[in-house]
Each structure stands twice: as C-alpha cells, then as structure tokens.
C-alpha cells in the first residue's frame, strides 16, 4: 500500500477511507435501482 500523504501515517484509517468511498457509491446505485423498480 502506497502511503504518499504523511498525515494518513495510520494505515487503518487510510483504509477505512478508501473502503468509504466504494460503500457510498455501492448505495447510491442501490437507491437508484429501488426507485427505477418501484
């Protein structure tokens, strides 16, 4: 895993950053869908 930003020195909370941000769009596109079925 590259670190380049020195203030992410935590490699768990670099992770949760970037597990974040797939989680939010995975939900988006679910929501979408439910509204395009209903």
């Avoid at 895993?1 to 797939?22: C, D, F, I, M, Y």
Wanted: neutral net charge; proline residues 5%; glycine residues 2%.
């Amino acid at each position: 895993h590259e670190v380049k930003s020195g203030r992410n020195s935590n490699p768990a909370t670099s992770l949760q950053l970037q597990e974040e941000k797939p989680r939010s769009s995975i939900t988006f596109v679910e929501s979408s869908r439910e509204k395009e079925m209903h």
